[in-house]
């Protein structure tokens, strides 16, 4: 079993910046990709960043350029750094891992509990 924990999420005014974390935890060998989600009341979960095993990132049109992903593979964790934010970020923020099981191909994907960003005008 993977365990998630996030962090960092609050409220912040436009133009400021946030640095959510999401630390797995459990029986790990291998993590494929890790991303983020965010979703905004009355509104779908969106995918937010993503970020490979090798580092490849993708990214919401809407935050390129203000949002960065990251990881650290020896610790399991990734990171998002959310720069001149404003109030169409204000959402609950989610991390989803694929980890791979150990011993097989099969990947199960894992969410984090989220945790709220809210960004006043």
């Known amino acids: 079993q993977v365990q998630l924990v996030e962090s960092g999420g609050g409220l912040v005014q436009a133009g400021g910046s946030l640095r959510l974390s999401c630390a797995a935890s459990g029986t790990i060998v291998r993590i494929n990709v890790m991303e983020w989600y965010r979703q905004a009341p009355g509104k779908e979960r969106e995918l937010v960043a993503g970020?490979?095993?090798?580092?490849?990132?993708n990214y919401a049109d809407s935050v390129k350029g203000r949002f960065t992903i990251s990881r650290d593979n020896a610790k399991n964790t990734v990171y998002l750094q959310m720069n001149s934010l404003t109030p169409e970020d204000t959402a609950v923020y989610y991390c989803?891992?694929?980890?791979?099981?150990?011993?097989?191909?099969?990947?199960?994907?894992?969410w984090g509990q989220g945790t709220q960003v809210t960004v006043s005008s």
């Open positions: 970020i490979s095993s090798g580092g490849s990132t």
């Open positions: 989803n891992v694929h980890v791979v099981v150990p011993f097989t191909v099969v990947i199960r994907r894992y």
